[in-house]
């Protein structure tokens, strides 16, 4: 269940932590708007990393390869990548697997079993582009699941959702962020004893939003052998 906090709250609740209440001219609401933010970006991190223990935020983006061409633009909202998935056919697809640089040449060699006919795709993020090796030779399905860029506040009533009132370490950080301008150095002090906690707290319970599960030993045989991703496992192929 969403639990939608805007920003207009944020900013009384914010200024209420500082007791500025009533700043005026000294705090302009654009550069109170900046603030907020500004740490709405870093509570996002905090949020979003995690992939195991269940995921906030995720998105995913389909494009079709076409023959020859290696690199393709990714989406503009494009924070990190999770998984990607490659439609060999309507029926099967395989897990793309990251190559490292010191790879970009032995992994094109011609004996070797890599390609766009299966069982590996490999990858790599370059600025604002993905790359592939090897070159696609036809036109085939990609999927890339993500994690979007930490949402942006405009107008008083655009909201984020605040999950179970994790908002509390925005409104904290906004608030110290305030009182370091107004040179209220004891205030600062005190809330980032509070905000401190606050930080603790969503460390402790994001990872462990699918209580269900326990996450367990993961196989990294799988990452050096050439079948990674076979028919979607993660297991070394054959």
């Excluded at 633009?73 to 099967?92: A, C, K, M, N, R």
Aim: charged share 20%; proline share 4%; net charge negative.
């Amino acid at each position: 269940m969403s639990y939608p906090v805007s920003l207009q709250q944020i900013k009384i609740r914010a200024l209420q932590r500082a007791n500025l209440e009533g700043s005026g001219a000294f705090l302009p609401e654009r550069e109170l708007t900046d603030m907020v933010n500004t740490v709405i970006a870093e509570w996002y991190d905090i949020i979003r990393l995690t992939t195991f223990g269940g995921q906030y935020y995720r998105s995913d983006y389909s494009f079709n390869t076409v023959n020859g061409g290696q690199s393709y633009p990714l989406p503009i909202d494009f924070l990190s990548l999770i998984s990607g998935d490659v439609y060999i056919s309507t029926t099967w697809k395989v897990c793309m697997k990251a190559f490292q640089e010191e790879d970009r040449n032995s992994l094109t060699g011609p004996a070797l079993i890599v390609g766009w006919f299966g069982p590996q795709v490999w990858y790599q993020l370059q600025g604002q582009f993905i790359k592939f090796l090897t070159s696609p030779t036809a036109a085939y399905q990609v999927t890339l699941n993500y994690v979007p860029v930490a949402p942006v506040l405009a107008n008083a009533g655009d909201t984020i959702d605040s999950i179970n009132s994790f908002d509390e370490f925005i409104v904290i950080k906004t608030a110290i962020k305030a009182c370091i301008k107004a040179g209220m150095f004891d205030t600062v002090n005190a809330l980032r004893v509070d905000l401190e906690d606050q930080r603790q707290r969503l460390l402790g319970a994001v990872g462990e939003r699918d209580t269900g599960i326990a996450e367990t030993v993961h196989d990294l045989q799988g990452n050096t052998t050439m079948g990674y991703g076979f028919a979607g496992y993660g297991e070394g192929w054959p």
